[in-house]
């Protein structure tokens, strides 16, 4: 079964950057979409982006346009969210999970079949 590890989480200040990483072990991750997504005390997860297994295509939820970026290297499978201008609304549990179904690049979450454990990121001065 795939599996999923994220990491980079930290505490930063508002304005500050992080890079999140989203590993594999035991298979690749190119034929996967996958897909970030967080989840703050209190609210419900909620999609963040997403990026086709070729990298071809990638979505981003209103609120983190022009501030995140996805990324993925199937060389070292691995995905990243390179994250800008953070702000503290951004602070949540961060996680990457993966689909390999047709409908592609989606940030709705019961499309996603393999979930990581989450990486905290903290925003706060």
């Known amino acids: 079964q795939l599996q999923l590890v994220e990491s980079g989480g930290g505490l930063v200040q508002p304005g500050g950057s992080l890079r999140l990483a989203c590993a594999a072990s035991?298979?690749?991750?190119?034929?996967?979409?996958i897909g970030w997504f967080r989840q703050a005390p209190g609210k419900e997860r909620e999609g963040v982006s997403c990026i086709s297994s070729s990298g071809g295509i990638t979505n981003y939820a209103d609120s983190v346009k022009g501030r995140f970026t996805i990324s993925r290297d199937n060389a070292k499978n691995t995905v990243y969210l390179q994250m800008n201008s953070l702000k503290p609304e951004d602070t949540a549990v961060y996680y990457c999970a993966a689909h390999a179904r047709r409908v592609g690049c989606t940030t709705d979450l019961p499309w996603y079949d393999y979930w990581g454990q989450g990486t905290q990121v903290t925003v706060s001065s």
């Open positions: 035991r298979f690749t991750l190119d034929s996967y979409t």
